[in-house]
């Protein structure tokens, strides 16, 4: 897909203001090249958590939240340029760089997830994330309120970590989330979604830690399944959320790119360039 002729206004997701998905935002053979450089990346680049793995390109960030620049690969910066790509998307142009100048390459086994969490207030309130070798079931979630109901403990525990008040983020903030999401896309191979406003800087959004995703024949059409459905190019993911059927999760690789805005002067060491 050439980003050039972008017009984010196609790709608005139905029922949202501020949440795009674009599908096919890079070719079969762009997206087997980037998981390739990725398993290619030397060990050291990676970071292991306790539930998952990643990499992070572009630099670190200070405990004052300002980037310390490092080069980014050149599987992302050339061929296949995703942040040009992006950039020519107009998603970024009100953020200081008018681009991503960091991503995080997590990488998701079946069965792993990411609780719901913010991002926080380093960034630019826009977030692109491109999607490869296999789905993901993103759904966005809301701070509870007062006349918030209490939620089962099953639904508690798929949402995130379960206190006595109910799931808490991932932020650590310790504010309880309403379990129920406000809103769930299905994030094919190959697609890039693009959250930005409210949906960024006051809700959450997380992953469920499944090995495949159930849809449940539960009286609601499609579209309130999934808010996407209408803009899915799999057939085989269409008729699983139509009649209630299920979608095997394979290995997946999620490039998370965002602008940070303060950026620390004099930089830091020079991240090593891949090669080829």
Not at 79 to 99: L, M, N
Not at 112 to 129: K, R, S
Not at 240 to 265: H, P, Q, Y
């Amino acid at each position: 897909m050439s980003s050039k002729t972008i017009d984010l206004n196609d790709y608005l997701v139905p029922g949202t203001a501020n949440t795009y998905y674009i599908p096919e935002f890079i070719t079969e053979d762009e997206e087997e090249y980037l998981i390739r450089k990725i398993d290619e990346a030397p060990q050291p680049w990676w970071k292991r958590l306790q539930n998952r793995r990643l990499q992070i390109w572009g630099g670190d960030l200070t405990a004052k939240k300002a980037l310390i620049p490092q080069d980014m690969p050149s599987f992302v910066t050339q061929y296949p340029d995703i942040i040009g790509r992006i950039r020519d998307t107009g998603a970024f142009k009100s953020s200081a760089h008018g681009q991503p100048n960091h991503v995080i390459m997590n990488e998701y086994a079946p069965g792993q997830g990411i609780m719901p969490h913010e991002d926080g207030p380093a960034y630019h309130p826009v977030v692109a994330t491109l999607s490869l070798g296999s789905h993901a079931v993103f759904h966005y979630y809301k701070y509870k309120t007062d006349t918030t109901e209490g939620a089962s403990p099953q639904a508690e525990r798929s949402a995130g970590t379960t206190t006595a008040a109910g799931p808490m983020s991932a932020t650590g903030s310790g504010k309880p989330i309403d379990p129920t999401p406000i809103l769930s896309l299905l994030l094919e191979p190959r697609s890039l979604v693009i959250t930005t406003s409210s949906l960024y800087t006051s809700h959450l959004h997380g992953i469920d830690e499944v090995q495949e995703d159930r849809f449940e024949a539960d009286g609601r059409t499609p579209q309130q399944r999934i808010a996407n459905y209408d803009m899915l190019r799999s057939q085989q993911a269409k008729e699983a959320i139509a009649n209630g059927g299920k979608l095997e999760r394979g290995m997946r690789f999620s490039l998370t790119c965002r602008d940070v805005e303060k950026v620390a002067a004099g930089g830091g060491a020079l991240f090593k360039k891949l090669r080829g």
